[in-house]
């Protein structure tokens, strides 16, 4: 009969090597899952109010005379889901008609920004201008800008009242509401 001193010396040699086989062979426990990658990609975060002042330029197309109009541009996207957003933006040029127009628009980027569709759910038409073809549409978006240019034929009204055969081109290049207010040297304080 083999004692029990005997068996719990066979048994702590048993265990010492089963150790010594698991450290030089390495475990067999189960490892803990690897992180796995984002699904998807990350675009920019762009909703929020945007502002900025733009130039549109009309070039009459019988004189190439060009005309450039300064004008002020407030942009909300209200909504955004991946890469697509939507929101509206209003145009304004003080007493000048050639810049005051408002829109709402429906837009998607890519991840790395470039707006792929930028489209207006109304035609491009100022109290001047009438537009003769689609509007075209480049830019690119990130939270710190966003900026679309817009080109277009249009019928516009000169300073005579003629009606002119013009190329337009308008960019809108808006950086959010409140970086705009700090560089335009305005504070806003609430008591």
């Not at 083999?2 to 040699?13: G, P, Q």
């Not at 930028?118 to 549409?137: A, E, G, Y």
């Not at 009606?163 to 950086?175: A, C, H, L, S």
């Not at 970086?179 to 504070?187: L, Q």
């Amino acid at each position: 009969m083999v004692s029990a001193h005997v068996r719990f010396r066979y048994a702590t040699r048993a265990l010492a090597l089963a150790g010594l086989l698991t450290a030089a062979c390495g475990s067999t426990a189960p490892s803990a899952p690897s992180p796995v990658p984002p699904s998807g990609s990350q675009y920019p975060s762009v909703v929020g109010d945007w502002e900025a002042n733009n130039l549109l330029s009309l070039v009459y197309r019988d004189s190439n005379a060009q005309l450039s109009f300064g004008c002020h541009v407030g942009l909300n996207v209200r909504t955004q889901t991946g890469g697509t957003f939507s929101g509206s933006a209003a145009v304004q040029g003080g007493n000048d008609k050639q810049c005051t127009f408002y829109f709402d628009f429906t837009a998607a980027m890519s991840p790395d920004g470039t707006i792929t569709r930028f489209q207006l759910k109304q035609p491009f038409t100022t109290d001047t201008c009438r537009p003769v073809t689609d509007t075209t549409f480049n830019g690119n978006a990130s939270a710190n800008q966003i900026r679309v240019q817009f080109k277009d034929r249009a019928t516009c009204v000169d300073g005579l009242g003629n009606p002119r055969d013009t190329d337009r081109t308008f960019t809108i290049n808006v950086i959010p509401r409140s970086s705009f207010i700090g560089a335009a040297g305005i504070s806003l304080t609430t008591t």
